[in-house]
């Protein structure tokens, strides 16, 4: 069974096709979760610098450049998805402003080496626990702005545990999933920006 493909919502890049990865390993994010989450993320997302920490197809990453974001990193450690990642970047033409790290992602946060993020997105593999782990290493290592947002997919009944320093400004179910969008306790609170 060939790739399908998703495409880029809006932005410079809007109507772009882009290749999921083949077989079961990854689950793309549905492109009307993508849409929700980037307008509630549209005063944020121009000149941002993201990382995709669980990055699959890098469509959550690339729908963040088209619409302005300024760079991204995207970790990955599937090698399907990893090749996927490539072949959309390159058709995206966003080599310069788009760069995958291969490998486990909490690995590469133990060493990574960057700016602070403004936009982080963490849709791992659902129940085990990655996206505390992630924080907490994202934390730790000082790769979060002070103003920044987290996007967190999780399954609907999934808990997540905040006691890293975090807390969550809204969420919204999309069918089987949640989407969480998480601020840091000792940020600034952005109660009055929108969310889906």
Not at 11 to 24: A, C, I, Q, Y
Not at 39 to 67: C, I, K, N, Y
Not at 108 to 130: C, M, N, Q, R, S
Request: with cysteine.
């Amino acid at each position: 069974m060939g790739a399908s493909f998703l495409r880029i919502v809006a932005g410079s890049l809007r109507g772009k096709k882009l290749v999921s990865p083949e077989g079961e390993t990854t689950r793309p994010t549905h492109e009307r979760t993508r849409e929700a989450v980037f307008a509630a993320l549209q005063a944020v997302t121009p000149g941002a610098r993201v990382l995709d920490a669980f990055a699959g197809s890098g469509a959550m990453a690339l729908e963040a450049l088209s619409r302005g974001a300024e760079s991204a990193i995207l970790l990955e450690r599937d090698e399907a998805a990893c090749r996927a990642i490539e072949r959309n970047i390159r058709d995206c033409r966003l080599e310069e402003r788009a760069r995958l790290i291969r490998g486990d992602a909490l690995k590469i946060l133990e060493t990574l080496e960057a700016e602070p993020f403004d936009l982080v997105l963490l849709d791992p593999p659902y129940g085990k626990g990655l996206i505390e782990r992630a924080l907490e290493l994202l934390l730790r290592r000082g790769l979060l702005a002070e103003d920044v947002w987290i996007v967190a997919e999780t399954a609907a009944g999934e808990a997540l545990d905040l006691s890293a320093g975090f807390f969550v400004a809204r969420e919204k179910k999309y069918g089987k999933n949640l989407v969480r969008f998480l601020c840091r306790e000792d940020g600034p609170k952005r109660e009055g920006e929108d969310a889906p």
